[in-house]
């Protein structure tokens, strides 16, 4: 944290920050942001763009019944939100058999036809067939909410489509809920994660992997994967070998608070579920064994435009507010490859900036109090 600094922008690049020890050209505009906090413009590290909250339609109603067209005007809005919210860039996690309608909802924010935060985008996802849903009947198949693909040279051909369509990076799920008793359980061995791995990597691209069971977890690790998305049954043994490997957790920890919600749990009134207890024993083991933790609240189960909820959890699951807040601008902007672009207040980065009232550092709920975005040297809210 720092007082009294100014910050010069001209065009969509910072091109001072610190002490005023240089000189303001004439026509400069003045922003004065008295008792406010100036932050970098905060990353969500798990969006879902497409989706919108399972209180108002279940994912397989959203993925079967709700037309392409439906999900993208929806995806528009959900932009916008994301954008007012602070939150000046996305990673966005899967379109749920919206095909590749994010590259051009992508495109468009680019263009300036729509408002939204800057988008690092996966496209479809890959599982393993017959893991993933929706799921009818035996004999009736449906649309599927990602791509499927299995053995190596399947998993080529999805990967390299994919990246042409316009992925910056590739998700796969390690595994899902597809156990003899619909439990999760790994979905692609060690080798084929390793493949995924190798082909991504020669294109400057990143694998990520979805995976909740601990040895999911450790295969996706010990292939090389980025970054661990869910992680509620990590052991201490696990996050000590992503520690080692250099492999980020983004807990997700709104998820499973909002789907507990929904199926009737009042939080502060009824006694923690037993999906809660263990999310917070291994968050606490993933902070203890000093693993490299990324922000990201699987938005679009819960709704857009409310990402700090997470940020909230975090801090109330064990975090600290300020690494809280490192952890949604300059760890996810390094872990995600983008660290010389976004995710800091630093000279020739882009102009991604926050202001809001109050000291986030001191309670994480002022990150809400939101009272300038400037996305790209653009004024959105002022």
């Known amino acids: 944290m720092q007082t009294g600094w100014v910050v010069l922008i001209k065009n969509n ?4 920050a610190g002490a005023m020890m240089f000189k303001l ?10 008792g406010m906090t100036l932050l970098p413009g905060l990353i969500e590290g798990h969006s879902h763009l497409f989706l919108h909250p399972y209180n108002e339609t279940s994912w397989n109603d959203q993925v079967l019944k709700e037309s392409r067209a439906e999900r993208t005007v929806r995806a528009v809005n959900h932009a916008k939100a994301t954008l007012l919210a602070g939150f000046t860039t996305v990673r966005d996690l899967g379109t749920e058999g919206a095909m590749y309608d994010d590259v051009g909802l992508k495109e468009s924010i680019e263009k300036g036809l729509i408002p939204g ?3 690092i985008i996966a496209t479809r996802a890959i599982v393993a067939t017959g893991s993933y849903g929706p799921k009818l009947s035996a004999d009736n198949e449906s649309i599927k909410g990602a791509a499927e693909a299995d053995g190596e040279d399947v998993l080529i051909k999805e990967i390299r489509t994919q990246i042409g369509k316009g992925a910056d990076f590739i998700k796969i799920y ?7 008793n619909k439990e999760a359980q790994p979905t692609f061995t060690l080798d ?20 909740v069971t601990a040895e999911a977890m450790k295969r996706a690790t010990l292939a090389g994967v980025s970054t661990i998305e869910h992680g509620d ?5 696990v996050f000590k070998l992503m520690k080692e490997k250099g492999v980020a957790l983004c807990p997700t920890l709104s998820a499973g608070e909002s789907i507990l919600r ?21 968050f606490q ?3 203890r064994s000093g693993v490299t933790i990324c922000m990201g609240g699987d938005v679009g189960v819960f709704a857009h435009g409310d990402n700090a909820k997470e940020m909230e959890l975090m801090v109330e699951y064990g975090m600290k507010p300020i690494d809280a807040l490192k952890s949604a601008t300059s760890t996810n902007a390094d872990v995600f490859g983008y660290g010389n672009k976004i995710g800091r207040i630093n000279k020739y980065l882009f102009a991604d900036i926050i202001a809001v009232e109050g000291d986030p550092s001191a309670d994480i709920k002022n990150i809400r109090k939101i009272k300038l975005v400037m996305k790209d040297g653009v004024v959105y809210k002022k």
């Open 13 to 16: 690049k910072i091109e001072q």
């Open 25 to 34: 050209p004439a026509s400069t505009e003045i922003i004065e942001l008295k």
């Open 117 to 119: 935060p800057r988008m």
């Open 174 to 180: 390690a595994d899902y809920r597809w156990g003899i």
């Open 192 to 211: 084929e994660l390793k493949k995924a791995v190798e082909v991504i990597q020669s294109s400057g691209r990143k694998l990520v992997a979805h995976a």
């Open 233 to 237: 049954k990590g052991t201490e043994e």
């Open 262 to 282: 929904y199926d009737g749990w009042k939080k502060g009134v009824d006694i923690e579920p037993q999906r809660i207890i263990d999310k917070k024993k291994s």
């Open 285 to 287: 083991l993933a902070l």
